[in-house]
């Protein structure tokens, strides 16, 4: 939370705005206090809120209104433009990385005139790290599948078995 704000404080300085998600609603809850209590505006964005609220949110932070969008990760991955901002956060790692690719997305729309920069922000030595990890050998192998390389028919099913339990590390090809 600490490096979050930080992050936020250099963006805000530089005037900078930025969608901030998380797969957790009670993480977001947290951060919207930190905001409150900073008297920094943001809007914010959930499962629970209603079509009406969710157009008029989005129109009020394209037209200015809010430094910062808290989105949670399912809500907001996807039907939403939101080219105000130009940064994006991640406060923490989804098991699946095209829906964090998606939901940075929002951002990168046609209508879009400025470079946009994507944080991730993970704990060390903990399982999202090892998520972050397994992302990377996920896009690695997805890569090469794409390249048409040949690295698919040389891989057995041990090795394969061994790409979804996140153990890419540890293949010999």
Same mark, same amino acid.
Request: charged share 25%; with cysteine.
């Given at each position: ?5 930080? $992050? ?20 977001? =809850? ?8 900073? /008297? %920094? &505006? ?28 808290? $989105? ?10 939101? =080219? &105000?901002?130009?940064?994006? %956060? ?14 940075? &997305?929002?951002?990168?729309?046609? /209508?879009?005139?400025?470079?946009? =920069? ?8 903990? $399982? ?22 040949? $690295? ?13 339990? /996140? ?5 010999? %090809?």
């Amino acid at each position: 939370m600490a490096t979050c704000l930080d $992050i936020i404080g250099e963006l805000r300085e530089n005037g900078h705005k930025a969608l901030v998600f998380s797969q957790f609603v009670d993480h977001l =809850t947290l951060l919207r206090t930190a905001l409150d209590e900073q /008297g %920094i &505006a943001f809007q914010y964005l959930d499962g629970s809120t209603s079509a009406a609220e969710r157009k008029g949110r989005v129109s009020a932070f394209q037209s200015g209104e809010g430094e910062l969008f808290l $989105i949670s990760l399912k809500a907001g991955g996807t039907g939403l433009n939101l =080219t &105000a901002a130009d940064y994006v %956060i991640h406060l923490d790692p989804w098991w699946n990385p095209a829906v964090e690719d998606q939901a940075s &997305a929002r951002a990168h729309r046609i /209508g879009q005139d400025r470079p946009v =920069t994507v944080y991730r922000l993970v704990m060390e030595d903990t $399982i999202e790290e090892q998520m972050v990890a397994l992302h990377s050998r996920k896009r690695q192998l997805a890569e090469e599948l794409l390249e048409g390389s040949d $690295i698919v028919g040389r891989l057995d099913t041990g090795a394969l078995l061994s790409v979804l339990r /996140g153990e890419a590390s540890s293949l010999v %090809i």
